[in-house]
């Protein structure tokens, strides 16, 4: 029989220097969920590069508060019912996303883009984060989580799986065509080479060589060491051996590292008409895409296409995958008291796959 016994403090990690890597953790109250809410007995959660951007202060001029508690990849059981909820169950298992809700009545949200609505609330930033043992949601944006789902396995597709998910459909791309994935070994670019795969398209990971092994055992077809091109016409002949790997080109390529360098090399690893999707965010100041000027674009046909998260069908949509056992999500599950060292593993590159912390482990 399920125990829904809801203690009155918990466990939570806190941002405690922003601006660096340090966390802590601390107890906190347990809160009531009010109308239309829900309490999550949180048991995992996926530590994101956004996580890690955000903690050290690199994301842009977002800035986060000293107390802050981050993560927005979490996966837990309902305990508990606000007034009013019919949609969850006590003892359903569901996802809390990047966006915790939205109006759901603005034009942006009707169309689709909930992550454009002014109302929204961002998991982690000004807003509770799933590093904690108890958070309350929304819950009609709470995402139901598949039976028979590993939780931990589920945790890092309600942020990046979603990203690339999407941003793989607005590549629009046929079976048997090739996509490039910059950064195919890291957290996001392992989830897109899977669903890549699911979809019939052909895989070019490109990443540092530690990460060869791990990119085709995931299913990349093929892989670039990126490292082995130095010294002047380095990127001409980076852009000649993606070309001689995959037949002329990609027919899109995903750039799913914080790499600006990444971006200033993909419009020359595409071929005629090809599509460059952008999914990773540069860290500091970003500069404009090299090779984006008026005349390569119209003499070589080329799109570029932004794209950010996903709404709540997508993170449905998402799932579908895993619960079906056609994606493998590479996790690496470790206690909560490994968050620095995680993020401090991140800055290093030292990561294949996602980390996803066991949110009912302290050491």
Not at 24 to 31: A, F, T, Y
Not at 34 to 50: A, F, M, N, W, Y
Not at 217 to 234: P, S, Y
Not at 260 to 267: G, M, N, P
Request: include cysteine; proline fraction near 5%; aromatic fraction near 6%.
């Amino acid at each position: 029989m399920s125990d829904f016994t809801v203690p009155k403090k918990a466990k939570a990690i806190i941002y405690s220097n922003p601006g660096t890597t340090a966390t802590e953790i601390i107890d906190v109250d347990v809160p009531e969920p009010q109308d239309g809410e829900i309490l999550v007995r949180i048991t995992h959660s996926g530590v994101c590069h956004t996580d890690y951007s955000l903690a050290t202060q690199t994301l842009g001029h977002v800035r986060l508060p000293e107390g802050q508690v981050g993560g927005h990849e979490g996966v837990g059981v309902v305990v508990k019912l606000g007034p009013g909820v019919t949609a969850r169950q006590l003892g359903e298992r569901v996802g809390i996303k990047w966006i915790a809700s939205s109006c759901l009545t603005c034009e942006m949200c009707l169309y689709g883009y909930e992550s454009k609505c002014t109302l929204r609330k961002v998991s982690g930033l000004g807003h509770p984060g799933t590093f904690q043992q108890y958070l309350v949601t929304n819950a009609q944006y709470a995402t139901p989580i598949p039976d028979g789902v590993d939780s931990a396995k589920a945790a890092p597709l309600l942020c990046g799986g979603i990203t690339v998910y999407v941003a793989l459909q607005r590549a629009e791309l046929s079976p048997g065509q090739w996509v490039a994935i910059s950064g195919g070994g890291g957290g996001l670019g392992s989830l897109a080479t899977q669903y890549a795969k699911t979809m019939g398209l052909h895989v070019l990971a490109i990443d540092h060589p530690s990460k060869a092994d791990f990119c085709r055992k995931i299913g990349a077809d093929a892989f670039l060491d990126f490292t082995k091109f130095t010294g002047e016409g380095a990127d001409k002949a980076l852009a000649d051996e993606a070309k001689s790997l995959t037949g002329g080109g990609a027919h899109a390529i995903l750039v799913s590292n914080s790499s600006s360098k990444s971006y200033d090399q993909a419009l020359d690893l595409v071929r005629y008409g090809g599509t460059l999707v952008c999914v990773g965010l540069p860290e500091g100041s970003s500069l404009p895409i090299a090779g984006a000027v008026p005349s390569n674009m119209i003499m070589n046909r080329l799109t570029i296409k932004g794209t950010m998260i996903g709404n709540r069908k997508d993170a449905v949509e998402c799932l579908k995958p895993l619960s079906r056992g056609q994606i493998d999500p590479q996790v690496t599950v470790r206690p909560m008291s490994h968050l620095t060292q995680v993020f401090d593993e991140m800055h290093a590159g030292r990561i294949q796959g996602r980390v996803v912390l066991d949110m009912t482990k302290l050491e």
